[in-house]
């Protein structure tokens, strides 16, 4: 069965709103775990715009599956990971002007700067993906870094303007997932997936985890936090034969 991550940034987008100490997504992260979630996802960013680093200090402390933290490939979060020693850690890239994350890292003009960081946590013990675009010479590239993992960027699929093209892009995304797990990597999918676009996906075989933010939180709204990811771990679980 494949994994269901869910990030709890939002929560704290919501908090740094007033800069108050609620909604908390330590408490989020709770909720999440005990209607289903594998594990927990936060983006330390160097802005700070949501995440803090006390949230991943306590998380670290009181997350029970796994803890994943996302961030970029520089020396201060590579040291900030190396103390907290998450259970994982995928790698991304950041622009300050970007509202999110608008794509996948490039390895052609940063192989040097993620290389150093991928050996630099993995050899702290921390395993190590990168969050990559679904294009055969990126998943290549990712490879030699020697990370454990890539998470694969499924946001043009779930931003397609008609079916015609979001079928395109869905055979992107499962030929790039088949070339990544046949060169040993471990596949995983995120951005912009929902509860109406999750199941061709979720159909992929060698996709083994999800990484969902901003759907989970927005739906959250209207049905609860608890709701939402057992909603979402329910379609994962009915992608692949079994029983919600």
């Known amino acids: 069965m494949s994994r269901l991550g869910v ?3 939002h929560v704290a987008t919501l908090r740094q709103a007033r800069r108050i100490r609620f909604p908390d997504p330590v408490s989020a992260a ?3 775990e005990m209607a289903g979630a594998d594990n927990i ?3 330390l960013r160097e802005d700070r715009r949501h995440i803090q680093d006390r949230d991943v200090q306590v998380l670290r ?6 803890l994943n933290l996302e961030m970029a490939a520089t020396q201060e979060m590579v040291k900030i990971a190396i103390e907290i ?3 994982s850690v995928t790698l991304v890239p950041e622009r300050r002007e970007e509202v999110t994350t608008e794509g996948g890292l490039d390895l052609r003009t940063a192989f040097d700067p993620v290389s150093r960081a991928v050996r630099a946590l993995q050899e702290a013990g921390i395993p190590t993906g990168l969050f990559v675009d679904p294009d055969p010479a990126q998943i290549t590239l990712a490879r030699e870094t020697t990370a454990r993992a890539v998470e694969i960027h499924t946001g043009r699929y779930c931003d397609a303007a008609d079916p015609e093209e979001a079928a395109r892009e869905l055979a992107v995304i499962a030929a790039a997932a088949e070339d990544a797990a046949g060169m040993g ?21 060698q996709i083994v985890e999800f990484n969902i933010g901003h759907s989970i939180i927005s739906r959250a709204l209207f049905t609860g936090l608890e709701a939402a990811v057992r909603e ?6 009915a992608a692949r034969g079994g029983r919600p």
Request: hydrophobic share 45%.
């Open 7 to 9: 990030n709890v940034d």
């Open 30 to 32: 709770a909720i999440a």
């Open 41 to 43: 996802t936060v983006h």
């Open 61 to 66: 402390r009181t997350v029970q599956t796994r």
């Open 85 to 87: 020693r998450p259970d």
């Open 185 to 205: 990597l471990e596949v995983h999918a995120g951005h912009g997936l929902n509860t109406r676009n999750i199941l061709p996906v979720a159909q992929i075989p």
């Open 232 to 237: 979402m771990k329910a379609l994962l679980v």
